[in-house]
Structures are given as C-alpha cells and as structure tokens.
C-alpha cells in the first residue's frame, strides 16, 4: 500500500543485490527501516522476531528463504535442513508450513542444477498470489460492507473493529482484514474503524499507521474497550485476520480474538474473519484442541516500546522486578462464534460445509 504517495509491499526482491529486502517492523510506527535478508539465520530471526509478521508474510518470507538455502546447496539434504530450520521459528500460522511444504513439492523432483532458479521464481509467485488473494478478499468484504452502509442515513460511517494488525503489513500487500477497509474507503463508503492495541505487542500501532497512511478514520482503543463499544451499539462489524483456520472453521488469531467475538455474539455484533485459503489447515478440526499457541517471551508482556521522552524508541518495564508473565501469543475462537469467512472466493459460513463449498478440491483431498 502506499506511505506517504509512494506504493511499498511489505517485502520485495532487490534485484540489483539480488537479495530480499523487508520493512522492518519492530520500529513502526515510529521508524520505517527497510532492511536485507542475506542470510538463513536472517531469515529465522526475521521470523521469529517479528520484522516480519502476520500469517501470509511469514509464509511468503519462508519461500524466500527456501530460495537462499537452495542457491547456497541444492541437496535434498539442505532442502529439509532449511525446511526445519525455518518451519520451527513459529509454530501458530499453518502459512509458514505451508509455503514450505509447497517450496519442497516442487523442488524435489527438480534436477539439484534447477533448483535455485525454481525456487526464487516460485517465492516471486507466491508473494503474487498472496496480493491477489487479498485483493479479492477486499472485493467480496466490501460487499458486506456495503449492505452494512445501506442501512445507515447517507453519509452516516460503518463502524468496524479489528483485533492487532491483518493489514498489508501482515500480509505482502492490501492485508486481509483491512482490505475491505481499503476498498470500502476506495470507493467513498465513510467508515470508523476501531482499533485494538492488541497487547503485548502492540500490533493496532501498527493497523493505526496503516490506515492513518491511506486516511482512513480510525481511533485506537485499549484491548477491553470492545465489548463496551459494542454494548451501546457502536460497532458495526467486528473484522479480524486469522494464523490458522480448521476446516470445520474453527479460527486462531492473536490474542484476545476469541474474547472480542464473545462479546460480539453477546451483543448482536456480526464477527467476520477474512480468510485467504493458505491459512486454512485441512488437516486439523478441532481448533482448542488441536492448533499449538505459540507462548512468547515474557519480556513481550513485562516490557513495553515506544518513543521515550529524548525520540529514541525504547522499552520501558510495566511489572515489578521481580514478576513473572505469560505470553500465549494466539487463541482459538470457535467456529459457532464466527459470522462467516471472507475469503478470495467469496463468503461462506464457518463450518466445513461451508469451507468444502468454496474449496472442493482442498476439501475432498484432505477426506
Ligand atoms: C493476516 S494474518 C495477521 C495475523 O497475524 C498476527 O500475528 P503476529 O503479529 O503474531 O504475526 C495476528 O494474529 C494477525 O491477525
């Protein structure tokens, strides 16, 4: 999306250094840095720190890294050695696998000499399709959008929730839940988004810079706000991303997810993921049960960055020394408490009817 006139995705190839390069986002929304990937060890601490984040960039950034391993050694042996050692940074979003497992059924067969070559025009592919998936998530979350419009005096703005970041920071372009926001604004329709802070990590700070870059209304409200919001009536439409969706669609998303859909269906609010089709899991069904929620540091819940009084970014400790904190990154939200799936074909119910209606091929291969 565009920052300040000019259009960025979240990664991109440098063709001239013949490396990839990524926004670096530990420092957004206070510093834009733009940083190279040269390295595999590059590539596993640009995942698992965060530099990079959100369901479909992580998986698009492993393709780029099977790209490196197979350029550095094209053996069977250093495609499953570069298959661990980047599947393992992140256990919650099923896109980094399944770019992985996607990079390997199509290297393997390949003589070792074509290797390279397929597997940086494969990681360019998917990072394409990620941006035209989304697109059309935004085009079919727009129609929702719409009819919510329809039912307001003119002018009047649609009011949207959205939980951390499911943006184009997430994603390689246009982003999942704020797609149709995009598109929705892109085409007159006034909204007001409330965004969550969505703690530890703050991610709405950067949903927030976001939708501030392409003007859209938005007010950013602390992570317990929500249920009170939708109480007295103003929410519209509750719109998040997802890490992982079963096939029966059971959602997980970051953190405090399933709490915000309680008090959606408490309150009449309709609850919508958007869903591009990499992030459903087909092989699991029972989201709680099945799904592993990633437990980051401590130090993400026991400290917080921002700009301190001198404009450095710096963390400043919010417990007593002394205290301990948990971090489960992810939770589950079941799939009786989701509206529907906005996904690249359209919107379907959550339920694995509704998934097999959209994804036959994907449904009946995973039977
Ligand atoms: C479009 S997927 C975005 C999804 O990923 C985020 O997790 P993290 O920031 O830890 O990578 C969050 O769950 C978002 O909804």
């Known amino acids: 999306m565009k920052i300040d006139g000019t259009h960025y995705r979240s990664l991109w190839w440098n063709h001239e250094q013949n490396v990839l390069e990524i926004i670096d986002q530990r420092w957004l929304p206070h510093d834009f840095r733009v940083v190279p990937v040269a390295t595999m060890q590059d590539f596993a601490d640009a995942i698992y720190q ?3 984040r959100g369901a479909p960039l992580i998986g698009a950034t492993a393709a780029y890294g099977m790209a490196l391993a197979m350029a550095e050694d094209p053996s069977d042996a250093n495609m499953d050695a570069a298959w ?30 074509d290797r390279a070559a397929a597997a940086l025009t494969l990681a360019h592919d998917i990072a394409d399709e990620d941006v035209e998936i989304n697109r059309r998530i935004g085009e ?6 719409r009819e919510i419009a329809a039912c307001k005096p003119e002018g009047e703005p649609v009011r949207l929730l959205t939980h951390c970041n499911a943006g184009w920071l997430a994603t ?25 802070e969505t703690r530890p990590r703050n991610q709405g700070a950067l949903t927030a810079w976001e939708l501030g870059k392409h003007g859209v209304p938005h007010t950013y409200i602390t992570d317990n706000a929500g249920g009170h919001l939708m109480q007295h009536g103003l929410v519209d439409m509750v719109i998040t991303g997802t890490d992982r969706t079963t096939r029966q669609g059971d959602v997980c998303n970051k953190i405090g997810t399933y709490l915000k859909a309680l008090a959606a269906r408490d309150n009449g609010v309709p609850f919508y993921v958007a869903l591009p089709s990499p992030t459903i899991d087909w092989t699991v069904r029972d989201g709680v049960a099945e799904i592993p929620i990633e437990e980051r540091d401590a130090f993400e ?32 939200t079941p799939n009786r408490l989701v509206t529907g799936l906005i996904t690249e074909r359209g919107v379907c ?19």
């Open 84 to 113: 661990s050692f980047l599947e393992k940074t992140r256990p919650t979003a099923i896109n980094l696998r399944w770019a992985l497992d996607r990079c390997r059924a199509a290297l393997r067969p390949l003589p070792q000499a």
């Open 140 to 145: 079919h979350g727009l129609a929702l959008i």
């Open 301 to 332: 819940v026991t400290h917080v960055q921002g700009i301190t009084g001198t404009g450095e970014i710096g963390m400043v400790q919010v417990t007593p020394d002394g205290t301990s904190g948990g971090n489960p990154a992810f939770d589950v």
């Open 349 to 367: 119910n959550a339920s694995a009817e509704g998934l097999a209606s959209l994804f036959p091929e994907f449904s009946k291969a995973a039977e």
């Open 50 to 52: 965060m530099r990079v």
């Open 172 to 196: 390689v372009d246009w982003g999942t839940a704020t797609s149709p926001m995009y598109h929705a604004h892109d085409a007159g329709v006034p909204l007001q988004v409330w965004v969550d």
